[in-house]
């Protein structure tokens, strides 16, 4: 039986302006929310931590 928890890592894109950033705030869409939503759903429990790191490409 395994003991030690699996690591994972994703490369993730997307359109910001449907976001208000990527750390959770309270009533407003992020992405590091939508994808907890996601995650509960897909492994059916909360034992899972996200940690984010992003850059904003400004082409403005």
Do not use: C, H
Not at 2 to 10: A, D, M, S
């Amino acid at each position: 039986m395994q003991t030690r928890p699996y690591t994972y890592l994703f490369k993730v894109s997307y359109f910001g302006a449907r976001y208000k950033g990527w750390a959770i705030q309270k009533g407003q869409p992020t992405v590091q929310g939508k994808l907890e939503r996601v995650f509960r759903f897909v492994l059916g429990n909360d034992d899972f931590t996200i940690l984010g790191v992003s850059r904003k490409d400004s082409k403005g």
